[in-house]
């Protein structure tokens, strides 16, 4: 979890990706987690219902409030707008 | 179903984002799209993708299609391209109903052309045309059938029909299986294009008269807040919005919840549903979704191959029995029965 302290964007980052990762491993999902790929199930292949897990997960581990906008079906195209929302709430 | 249709006393309310559309205004709208589907060219008995977000257009374009007698597909929504390209092959598809929402929707008007339009309120629905749908080998029998997709929690992917009787007794069977009362507030956050959600959601709905609270985003803070506002009798949720609505719900010292929330698909845990009674004051209860327990047709040809339906369930069991003696036959002829917590006769 993060603290209300300087975290450089790659430490974020770092941390989305390896949850992302252990979300896609779970759901046999194959590839990497590059930030720049679509989240979608053209890109790295989270639906409706993993992307919920993965916010989910996000908001947890990292202790950042994702507000109510976020959420839903389509809110990010790729794991770098999750990267810049959590660096900007940090 | 018309007929259930056409004496339903509910509402769908749309208050998240829009407003609340009382049934008899729906009706009149369906009418309406029923005329607008028979000038566009759709014949009874087609099958037509019914790929929309959860707003009052659902319903509308649903009985409409029905009136005008062909056979919606409910298709979610967010489809990628190539696999409703595959799916269009495989039924000879030619028409698709389609409602542009931001982030949600992205079948690029280009990828098919319009050939007409619908407007339920401030909600528009495209007609779009597949012009290179051949037709298909094996018709689907029947007009105003519902043909659904399962979500394959328990085996492949699979479609299925649904009669307006099945449609009726499934309904049936999720308001007695989530004890639902007349004139309730049911709120789905599931695509209602998903057969758990059109099931226990709509149906129910209509079949009891109640008020069907739905929303376009499958958003958990979003649920949070209404239903501090307005607190459901029943809630429906497919298990990660259900541990969402707990992680993100239980910290807030004014949570409010629905009477009963419950969930199909994939188990959860039995400690995370007693985590969610203890935060909530509400029980987290299962339910088998339709497609797992209402005769599922998984092949609609009367000569294609056999296809099983999934893997084995608890607590549910099939077997081929005499009548006289009620033994099991193994191979033969007999009564077909069925055994579940959660199934309809018939």
Known sequence: ??????????????????????LMKERGLAGEPDLNAPLAEDGLGFDSMSRLDLLSAVEKETGVSIPEQYWGTRPFKDLAGIVKLVAKRV | MIDRWRAWEGAVDCSYSGRLWPAAELRDLADDAAETFASLGMQPGEPIVLMLTNTAAFPVCLTGLLKAGCNPFLTFAGTPKPVLDRLLGEFGIRHILHDFIPDITHLATDAYPEIGGLGVGSIMVSVLENSAATVPADPIPGQ????????????????????????????????DSIDLYDRARVTVTTPLTHSFAYGSGLIASILTHSTLAIDTAFNPKRVLRLEKQTPSDILAVVPPMAKALLQLGRSDPNRKMARAVFYAGSPIDSAVADEFQTAFGTPLFTILGTTETGGICTSYSPVGPLNGVGRPMRHVGISLRNQDSYSDLGDGIGELHVRSPSIMQG
Request: glycine share 12%.
């Open chain 1, 1 to 22: 979890m993060f603290g209300r302290r300087n975290i450089d964007s790659e430490a974020i980052a770092g941390k989305i990706r390896d949850i992302a990762a252990r």
């Open chain 2, 144 to 175: 105003g059938v519902i043909l659904l997709q399962t979500s394959g929690t328990y085996g492949a992917p699979r479609y299925c029909l649904r009669d307006q009787e099945a449609v009726i007794a499934e309904g049936r069977n999720y308001v």
